[in-house]
């Protein structure tokens, strides 16, 4: 069994959960995101070189300024999801692109005609290490404030932090009367 050490991280978006194997983070989760692993809730805090890296780069991060180290991470997912979660670690600190333009770099990547937005943006949600493989840099298209595991009003509040301009962003319809004002 992996010794796996935790700890928890108050922000703007709540209560974050961190979690590390060995000398890199493996997690980064919103509070009851949907992909939260329910299976950590309630262990007990047991904290680590890394956590404490990681809540350093966080509390930069918060502060409204690109850290400027990175944190050891260790993803795990399908060969798919590796390959759309290294594009994430490529958006650049402020800057959004879309599901669409990643879908074209998967589809350059694998040497293949067209790949699917849907796929990318599915992959895009699977991700278990939130903020530093910034996935909430990624929109659909037109502009829209789509998909985010940790919630629509969390992904506005972190491109905030990163000074985005948020006014040209849309919201889906279904999604509207659940939103925060941009």
């Known amino acids: ?5 935790l700890c928890r991280y108050d ?19 919103i509070a009851d995101e949907k992909h939260y692993p329910c299976n950590l809730k309630g262990l007990p805090e047991k904290n680590s070189k890394i956590l404490s890296l990681s809540k350093k780069w966080l509390d930069i991060y918060f502060s409204g300024k690109e850290p400027n180290f990175k944190v050891p991470i260790k993803m795990s997912g399908t060969p798919f999801q590796l390959k759309v979660w290294r594009l994430l670690l490529k ?15 998967i589809a350059k990547e ?15 949600g699977k991700n278990n290490i939130s903020i530093i493989v910034p996935c909430h840099r990624v929109m659909g298209a037109n502009c829209n404030l789509t998909g985010y595991a940790g919630g629509i009003e969390n992904k506005i509040k972190l491109l905030k932090t990163e000074h985005i301009d948020t006014t040209h962003f849309t919201v889906p319809k279904k999604r509207a009367n659940k939103l925060c004002t941009l």
């Open 1 to 5: 069994m992996l010794d796996i050490s």
């Open 11 to 29: 922000c703007i978006l709540g209560e974050l959960l961190l979690a590390a194997e060995d000398c890199a983070l493996c997690g980064l989760w």
């Open 91 to 105: 958006i650049p600190y402020g800057k959004t692109t879309t599901y669409g333009r990643l879908a074209e770099e």
């Open 110 to 124: 694998c040497g293949i005609k067209k790949m699917s937005a849907q796929a990318v943006g599915n992959a895009v």
